[in-house]
């Protein structure tokens, strides 16, 4: 009996010790899985957090809608649908022989339009023949920081350079707060120097012209075709304004750093082109403009876009109007002139439209008396 209880004690207690491992591996595999399960929800939530943020973030981008584009005054005025031989995305377009006055194309040239950064080439011409010496040094300040800068590329204040080298950066770079600055520092001050500019322009018959600040950035900068070409045959006399408004590039110091600044208008790094003078420019009131000395078929022509519609259209323009130019003169020895596209009124220009928004004064020039004001993109 003894010996019975004891071989079901000893058969008893292995099958318990086998029961408990059993069970103790049982509850490790429960635990591991547990574990993949917890890790697993905590991924698929952290998941879903990050596919939320981003649907979130998209929903916010679509939220967010671009102002539309200011109309330019051309634009407004029903220019741009003024149709012409070449089908020019310009407004206005004039060239001129420089050497006989002949018009060889003409769309719109008495049109008085804002006319952007053209505005610096009179800048530029004040400047020069007041004698002024370029290479006084001359320091950019606070309020000439101020302007609004026409690309990443800018004049800090601090900066000092060289009157010829603010002279330089306005006219192929297009900058400014350098053409500022060369307005701020002319004998006189600001008003004596817009005084200038406008008596400059009475005095070369550009009777349709009126500036009011030295950059370009104010929409009551305005001028015609005919006054441009007039403005351009003027510049083109003086050597330094032709070979600083063309160079491709050049490099300043502005605070600690060399700084490069580029033209403006690619044309010049263009070997089909042989450009003696140039000046870009563009606010949203104006559109994109050019006006350009250069020669074509052995003839020099004074080339004038403004209100060009796209980015590159018054670039495609001026290649049309040289290939159109070059295969005439090849042709004909005298270059005709193209069928009178109809010209818009003299006068109009004079008047804003109601359509035309109001937009705000800059800091800088509010002693000017502008009544608007654009802020220049990217050329």
């Not at 051309?74 to 377009?93: F, H, I, K, P």
């Not at 900068?221 to 003086?238: G, I, K, M, T």
């Not at 003169?329 to 005298?334: E, H, I, V, Y």
Request: hydrophobic share 40%; proline share 5%.
């Amino acid at each position: 009996m003894l010996v019975l209880c004891c071989a079901v004690a000893f058969t008893v207690l292995p099958l318990t010790q086998a029961q408990a491992a059993s069970k103790a591996k049982a509850a490790k595999v429960a635990a591991k899985a547990t574990s993949k399960g917890t890790v697993s929800k905590g991924a698929s939530a952290r998941k879903a957090k990050v596919v939320s943020s981003r649907a979130s973030k998209k929903r916010s981008r679509h939220v967010v809608r671009r102002a539309p584009a200011r109309p330019s005054f051309g634009q407004v005025y029903g220019l741009r649908s003024t149709a012409d031989e070449l089908d020019l995305q310009s407004s206005v377009a004039l060239v001129v022989d420089q050497d006989t006055d002949q018009v060889v194309f003409s769309k719109n040239p008495n049109a008085v339009l804002p006319i952007a950064s053209i505005t610096k080439l009179m800048t530029a011409l004040v400047v020069t023949e007041a004698g002024l010496p370029l290479d006084e040094m001359l320091t950019v300040t606070a309020q000439d920081a101020a302007v609004r800068a026409g690309s990443k590329r800018q004049l800090r204040a601090g900066a000092r350079l060289s009157r010829g080298e603010m002279l330089h950066l306005a006219l192929m770079a297009s900058e400014n707060r350098a053409a500022y600055l060369l307005g701020r520092t002319y004998p006189g001050g600001m008003s004596r120097f817009v005084e200038a500019m406008n008596a400059k322009a009475r005095a070369l018959g550009m009777h349709d012209t009126r500036y009011v600040e030295p950059t370009g950035l104010s929409s009551d900068n305005q001028s015609s075709a005919h006054d441009l070409a007039l403005l351009v045959r003027a510049a083109s006399l003086h050597p330094i304004l032709g070979e600083l408004s063309t160079s491709h590039d050049t490099v300043v110091p502005v605070g600690k750093r060399q700084v490069q600044f580029l033209n403006t208008n690619g044309l010049v790094r263009n070997q089909e082109w042989d450009i003696g003078l140039q000046k870009t420019g563009y606010i949203s009131a104006a559109g994109r403009c050019l006006v350009m000395q250069t020669e074509l078929a052995g003839r020099k022509f004074i080339m004038v876009l403004l209100d060009s519609a796209g980015k590159y259209s018054r670039i495609g323009d001026a290649e049309r109007l040289r290939k159109w130019v070059s295969e005439t003169t090849a042709l004909l020895p005298g270059l005709p002139r193209v069928p009178s596209v109809k010209p818009a009124p003299r006068e109009l220009g004079a008047l804003k439209p109601a359509v035309m928004p109001t937009l705000p004064s800059l800091p800088a020039m509010q002693t000017l008396h502008t009544s608007q004001t654009l802020a220049v993109q990217p050329l």
